[in-house]
């Protein structure tokens, strides 16, 4: 059984178009991630929700914009793509969503390949 | 603003060695700090997780220790095979309950 997954796996489009990313996971963990990966392979934290309120927001262009329906779901969607939003997108979920002792590991997906033409 | 550094960012070593892998943060104030690895192509696997409170974490050949007042953490894997050919990840839980990650320890590992 996947535990965290994503669709699509890859995704190829156009400068200026708009697509979405989405992420389920089946741990019933209560806390999701977006995570960026460059072209250098560095992860960088985009977002953070626990039971479906934002709780990390870091300096992302409002262009994206995470959703999520219910605690299992965290989607992102990105307006206006760039050639710069090229990268590895990757989502992942723990149990503990707040700092403190006791925080729990992050489960990631496999990542979503976005390539902007 | 924590910083994760990882050294070396890359490693070859022939089968049956040990692997030491070094990661160190600017910020001391972390809750835990959690070691990944990371095949191409792939998503990342947690490995070990060490909380705050503790000096090490050992889960059969990996063992990771962690001293928070120096800033560092090192990733020892016994008796390396190919098989472990991936790129290792740390990454600390900062006070805003963020993960910072190291830029990764690409290992090859040869039969």
């Known amino acids: 059984d996947t535990a965290v997954s994503q669709t699509p796996k890859y995704l190829v489009t156009q400068m200026g178009n708009d697509k979405s990313i989405k992420c389920e996971q089946n741990l019933g963990h209560d806390t999701m991630y977006w995570y960026k990966q460059d072209s250098k392979k560095f992860l960088k934290i985009m977002f953070s929700?626990?039971?479906?309120?934002?709780?990390i927001n870091e300096t992302v262009p409002n262009r994206f914009s995470p959703k999520s329906p219910d605690k299992a779901h965290l989607n992102l969607h990105i307006n206006s793509l760039e050639l710069g939003d090229s990268a590895v997108y990757f989502c992942a979920s723990s149990h503990a969503g707040l700092a403190g002792e006791g925080a729990d590991t992050q489960y990631f997906g496999p990542g979503t390949r976005l390539t902007v033409l | 603003k924590q910083e994760v550094t990882q050294i070396p960012a890359a490693l070859s070593v022939p089968e049956g060695e040990n692997l030491v892998l070094n990661c160190s943060f600017t910020?001391?104030?972390?809750?835990?700090l959690q070691w990944f690895r990371q095949d191409p192509g792939k998503g990342l696997t947690s490995l070990l997780l060490?909380?705050?409170?503790?000096r090490e974490q050992t889960s059969g050949r990996l063992n990771a220790s962690l001293d928070k007042s120096s800033g560092r953490s090192t990733l020892y894997i016994a008796a390396s095979q190919p098989g472990d050919s991936a790129t290792y990840l740390c990454a600390a839980l900062d006070s805003w309950g963020k993960l910072q990650f190291g830029a990764g320890t690409q290992v090859v590992v040869t039969p």
């Open positions: 929700y626990n039971n479906k309120e934002l709780i």
């Open positions: 910020d001391s104030a972390i809750y835990n």
């Open positions: 060490i909380q705050s409170s503790q």
